[in-house]
């Protein structure tokens, strides 16, 4: 049972979403929250798998609250939720720890689709909202030669895995491309979080494209 927490100034939204969520046989609400502030005591009370979090909220707006909690190790994956389409809310809420990006007016089994995959790990959630992210924003160096000093812990096969992470790949389409088990996919993944030290999926992009590993579609033109 994945546990879910809401946090979002709006009643009928926050109200809506938990309707959504206990409507799944795999999810349930644990917690709700009107603003960053009560958000952080909600969550840190309640330890939920999962966060949805608006980012426009009063007293602590969902980035700042998002930062705090990841500072602390929490626990929770927590997925940053608005309706403004703007670059630089992704690159501060991925900078701030966010496990994932949404846009409110997403349908909804986009959204529970994305809970689940958020919960367990396994993929990046809106790619192509985070790659047009990570291409504008992230710095990296000019001209890299080779596999970066910073991942020189990664064997061969945990390189070519991250490259393909940072793609935005997921486990079942890396293991189709590199011919492998998805458990094995996901052993190299997991081995790449814990040698470079990185909470998920999403830290492991952004290292690959500050690293140079992956260069910016926008620079191979």
Do not use: W
């Amino acid at each position: 049972m994945i546990s879910v927490a809401v946090a979002d100034d709006q009643d009928l939204v926050r109200a809506g979403l938990a309707a959504i969520i206990d409507a799944q046989e795999d999810m349930c609400i644990v917690g709700e929250a009107s603003d960053g502030v009560e958000a952080v005591a909600m969550i840190r009370r309640s330890n939920p798998d999962v966060v949805l979090m608006d980012i426009r909220m009063p007293r602590l707006d969902g980035i700042e609250a998002t930062r705090e909690l990841v500072g602390s190790n929490t626990s929770a994956r927590i997925v940053l939720l608005t309706t403004f389409d703007i670059d630089r809310y992704v690159h501060d809420g991925l900078r701030a720890g966010a496990s994932a990006f949404l846009l409110k007016d997403m349908p909804r089994h986009r959204l529970i689709d994305a809970i689940r995959l958020v919960a367990d790990g396994d993929a990046l959630v809106a790619p192509a909202l985070t790659r047009r992210l990570i291409e504008t924003y992230v710095r990296r160096p000019l001209e890299i030669d080779g596999v970066p000093a910073a991942l020189s812990s990664l064997s061969p096969r945990e390189i070519e895995v991250l490259k393909l992470v940072a793609e935005g790949m997921t486990n079942a389409e890396i293991a189709a491309h590199l011919y492998l088990a998805q458990p094995t996919v996901k052993s190299h993944v997991g081995h790449v979080l814990t040698k470079l030290g990185l909470r998920d999926r999403v830290q492991a992009v952004v290292t690959a494209y500050e690293t140079g590993l992956v260069v910016p579609a926008a620079e191979t033109r």
